[in-house]
Nanobody, 116 residues
Framework: QVQLVESGGGLVQAGGSLRLSCAAS????????MGWFRQAPGKEREFVAT????????NYADSVKGRFTISRDNARNTVYLQMNNLKPEDTAVYFC?????????WGQGTQVTVSS
């Protein structure tokens, strides 16, 4: 079955960096647009970034533009989210998703906590 497994979350001070990874299995990874979402306590899940099948088209939420970078390695079936200059408002559970037209498969999430 399809599995998306996130890793790389943790506790970091404001201004710090983290790199999230999402390893996919059970699907032909290179056939799926991939994305990152996040959900803060008491808030709805929100879009962070997406990357096309070959990596040529990338979109970011305005709140992370210039600070976060999404990338993928189709040979490793993995999508990454490099997060720099982290802010307390970036604190959330981060999820990766594999898209059909809309997100079809989800990972279990990894916690990112940014202290001020």
């Amino acid at each position: 079955q399809v599995q998306l497994v996130e890793s790389g979350g943790g506790l970091v001070q404001a201004g710090g960096s983290l790199r999230l990874s999402c390893a996919a299995s059970g699907l032909t990874f290179s056939n799926y647009r991939m994305g990152w979402f996040r959900q803060a306590p008491g808030k709805e899940r929100e879009f962070v970034a997406t990357i096309s099948l070959g990596g040529g088209t990338i979109n970011y939420a305005d709140s992370v533009k210039g600070r976060f970078t999404i990338s993928r390695d189709n040979a490793r079936n993995t999508v990454y989210l490099q997060m720099n200059n982290l802010k307390p408002e970036d604190t959330a559970v981060y999820f990766c998703a594999a898209y059909s037209i809309t997100p079809r498969y989800w990972g279990q999430g990894t916690q990112v906590t940014v202290s001020s």
